[in-house]
Nanobody, 114 residues
């Protein structure tokens, strides 16, 4: 199974981007789907996560601006990012976790200019 992330790019502060992450194969028993990000010189951090039941959680700095969603039939997770800030800049990685697996996407660059 491979995860293909897309949707990153360069945007001005206040702008929006929508990230997508699709699994190339069929995945059963997915518990969590999430997005992480890593800024230059910093550790990877959790941005948002969504459970199989649709419950969501976000890091405080993106609450009210980002929305995570998933399409179980397509094994795809999305991250709608609004009101972007320069501190949101980084490489965004998708993650899919089940009982017996933990898959990562290749990352997509998000750059927010001030």
């Amino acid at each position: 199974v491979q995860l293909q992330a897309s949707g990153g790019g360069l945007v001005q502060a206040g702008g929006s981007l929508r990230l997508s992450c699709a699994a190339s194969g069929s995945i059963g028993g997915v518990n969590l789907m999430g997005w992480y990000r890593q800024a230059p010189g910093k550790q990877r951090e959790l941005v948002a996560v969504i459970t199989s039941g649709g419950s969501t959680d976000y890091r405080d700095s993106v609450k009210g601006r980002f929305t995570i969603s998933r399409d179980n039939a397509k094994n795809t997770v999305y991250l709608q990012m609004n009101s972007l800030k320069p501190e949101d800049t980084g490489v965004y990685y998708c993650n899919v976790v089940g009982v017996l697996f933990d898959y990562w996407g290749q990352g997509t660059q998000v750059t927010v200019s001030s």
